[in-house]
């Protein structure tokens, strides 16, 4: 009942640029926390940065400093913005969103995931 739609991703070289965006729609009365998952080949799908409705940020220690999470509640948007990347940040990053539909029932959603590949 409630979808997330990421864009943004591609292939950037080394120490460039990226910012990626997922819009929620559905059924929506209230998000609590959005946020950013990355999985690498062969690696578990891990946490890079989350945000809640307030405003706090949560950042795994390796990309502090460089991506910064923010979001327009009134879009149901979130964004991540990724700067100085590096070859090992190359993954398929996924958003994440929880929060309360319109008939008071409690979601959790992803999305389909976009691809970063950070490459010479």
């Known amino acids: 009942q409630v979808q997330l739609v990421e864009s943004g991703g591609g292939l950037v070289q080394p120490g460039g640029s990226l910012r990626l965006s997922c819009a929620a729609s559905g059924s929506i009365f209230s998000i609590n926390a959005m946020g950013w998952y990355r999985q690498a080949p062969g690696k578990q799908r891990e946490l890079v940065a989350a945000?809640?409705?307030?405003?706090?940020?949560n950042y795994a220690d390796s990309v502090k400093g460089r991506f910064t999470i923010s979001r327009d509640n009134a879009k149901n948007t979130v964004y991540l913005q990724m700067n100085s990347l590096k070859p090992e940040d190359t993954a398929v990053y996924y958003c994440n969103a929880d929060g309360r539909l319109r008939n008071l029932a409690d979601f959790g959603s992803w999305g389909q995931g976009t691809q970063v590949t950070v490459s010479s």
């Open positions: 945000i809640t409705s307030g405003g706090s940020t």
